[in-house]
DNA sequence: TGCAAATAGGATTACAATAGTCCTATTTAG
DNA sequence: CTAAATAGGACTATTGTAATCCTATTTGCA
C-alpha cells in the first residue's frame, strides 16, 4: 500500500541514468544490464516515458533513448504519471471529478483526502529530475519550514 | 499504485463516525450499516485499530468500541498504520535501516526517496482526526507557504 | 542488399496483494 | 440461559503487478 511500482522504481532509475551519464543516446539494453534488471520489462516503462513525451527514441541499430528535455524540466510527477493513471490516495478521486462517490453528498472522505492528495502531488511536481540526481542529503522539507516559523524562532 | 487499502479507507471512516457522533460505545454492526459496507470486513479493520490502541473495544451485549483519546490526538498516519507496515513508497526504505538495497552503495534511489518519504509521513502526522471531521474546506498546504515566502509577499 | 541490433508493442503467464467471506470461540447484560 | 456483541483463524475470490514471449518494424553499415 502507497509504493510506486516496480516500472515506475525502474523508469526512476533509467532517467537518472539518463541524466548522470551525458553520451547522447542509451540503449534499453545497457541500461538494463546497468541496473541488472529484465530487458523486456524495463523496455516496457521506457516506451511509456517515450509516449509522455519524456524521452525520445531513435529506431534501428545505434538507436536508443535521450532525455527529450533538461533534467530540470522534469519532474517525478511527470515520470511517476507516464507509467499509469494519475494517483488517487482514494477512490473518489479524480483530477476532473468525473468519479461520483458512492457515498454521494454524506461523503466525509472525498474532500480530507482532497486536501492530502494536492500536497503529494505539490511534493511530486516541485522535486525534478536534476534534485534526484543530485540529491545525497534530504531536500528541503516544507513542514520543517512550517514549524520553524510557528514555533517563533524566526530570525527574519 | 499509491493507493490507501479498503482497509484503510474503513478505517477512517469508521473513527470519523466514532468522533462525530458522539454518544459513547457504537458496535461495529452499527457504523457498517451506516456505511453500507461488509461487516466482517469492517470488524478486521476495527480489530487493527484497537490491537493498536487508537480505540478501544467493550466485548458482550451491549459492547462495542470508542475512541481511546480525543480526535486531536490520532493522527491520520495513526490510522493508516494500525492497518499494515508503515508505508514505503519503495522497497529500499523502512525507518529502522534494516532492509539493504539491492543496488547496495550505488543505489540512487534511496537517498531521494527517503526524502520524499519524510515529507509524505510529515503530512500524515500532522493531520489528525478531529482535522479530517471538520475540513469540508482544504486544510493549509505547506507547499503554498513556501511558495508565498519565497515569492516575497510577506507581511511580516 | 541483406544482416544485425535496436525500438514498438500485443498477448500471455506467474505471482502477490487486496478484498471479502465463513466459521467458531468468547464475552457479557439482562 | 440466551441474544448480541467482539476476537480471530482459515479460506476464497478478485485484482493488480511483474515478468515473459513473440513478432513486427526500423535503420546503420559491411
Redo the contacts between chains.
Sequence with gaps: ?????KK??YA??AV?YMA?NSKGIVSAKEIAEH??ISFEFLSKALQKLMKNGIIESKQGIKGGYVLSRPAELIS?ADI?NA??NE?????CLTDDSDCVC??EEDC??R??M???Q???N???K??SLA???S?????I???E??NY?FEGN?D?
Tied chains: 1, 2.
Design positions: 500500500m502507497f509504493k510506486l511500482s515506475v522504481e526512476i532509475l537518472q548522470m541496473l541488472n517525478l511517476i507509467q499509469s494517483i488517487r490516495v482514494v477512490d458512492v457515498r466525509t472522505l474532500s480530507p482532497q486536501n492530502i494536492q500536497r503529494i505539490s511534493i511530486l516541485s522535486t534534485d534526484i540526481c540529491s545525497k542529503k534530504p531536500l522539507d516544507a513542514n519550514i512550517l516559523k524566526s527574519e
